[in-house]
């Protein structure tokens, strides 16, 4: 589903963010990214999201290499994408439904199909019956709950999540986890950023350790 071929990436005049990185995560793998601030985690993912380009290698999602993809599929290819925020970005000028109604919008789908999966997608999260408030009246586990929603409602193959979990305490942690677990469950491949090593270890999943841009661990925590 993904694979990073000795990449690199130096931003204006600095240093390498990222210096020949190469892993492969496979299809419905479920793996976290860590590594201290500065790391690189930032710029890995935006690569995979095409919000950055590489210097030098070749980043491969979903067997298509980025490099190679035009300008006019990368609205397409950022489909297969789903992204979570730690801060969740929500909009607080519109309801729950239309937050996570947005990316379908944007895509073009008809108002009966927009409705169709904003509606599985709260279910999925168990925020069904809350699509009429404005997401400021929720909670912060129920609001990343909705940012889950609005990544997921395209159905991606692929989840990506920065932090996710880096404002709630470690019970609301768990059922974020929990929630993760479920879509890669149904096949989603699930990559997510974190520095919790509590959290880390008690998911016992592949780590991808960075450290100065480069791999400095790959596998399951001792
Ligand atoms: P992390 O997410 O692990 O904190 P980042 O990918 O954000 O790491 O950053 C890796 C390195 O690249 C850091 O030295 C950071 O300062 C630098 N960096 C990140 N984004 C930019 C940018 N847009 N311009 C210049 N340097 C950047
Ligand atoms: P994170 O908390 O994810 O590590 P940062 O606080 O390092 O993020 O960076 C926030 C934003 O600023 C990101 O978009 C990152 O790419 C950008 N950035 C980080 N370091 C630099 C830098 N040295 N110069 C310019 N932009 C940077």
Redesign the pocket.
């Known amino acids: 589903m993904i694979r990073f071929d000795n990449v690199s990436?130096r931003?204006?005049s600095?240093?390498?963010?990222?210096s020949r990185v190469s892993f492969d995560v496979a299809r419905g793998e479920m793996l976290f990214l860590t590594?201290?601030?500065?790391?690189?985690?930032?710029?890995?993912?935006?690569l995979i999201m095409l919000m950055?380009r590489p210097t030098q290698g070749q980043v491969f999602i979903d067997d298509r290499n980025l490099n190679r993809l035009s300008r006019r599929h990368i609205p397409y290819f950022r489909r297969k994408v789903g992204v979570v925020f730690q801060n969740h970005q929500l909009l607080f000028d519109r309801t729950v439904f239309d937050n996570v109604a947005l990316p379908l919008q944007i895509a073009g789908y008809q108002a009966s199909e927009v409705g169709r999966r904003v509606r599985a997608a709260l279910d999925k999260v168990g925020l069904l019956s809350k699509e009429r408030h404005n997401p400021i009246m929720l909670s912060g586990g129920e609001q990343q709950r909705v940012g889950i929603a609005r990544a997921v409602v395209n159905k991606p193959p692929l989840l990506l999540a920065?932090e996710p979990t880096g404002n709630l305490d470690p019970e609301l942690s768990a059922d974020i986890m929990n929630l993760f677990e479920q879509f890669n469950e149904v096949g989603v491949t699930v990559m997510i950023?974190s520095?919790d090593l509590a959290l880390l270890k008690r998911m016992n999943k592949r780590v991808l350790g960075?450290s100065g841009?480069q791999v400095a661990h790959d596998g399951v925590l001792p």
């Open positions: 990436k931003y204006g600095g240093q390498d963010a990222l590594g201290h601030s500065g790391a690189g985690k930032s710029t890995l993912m935006k950055e920065d950023a520095h960075l841009g």
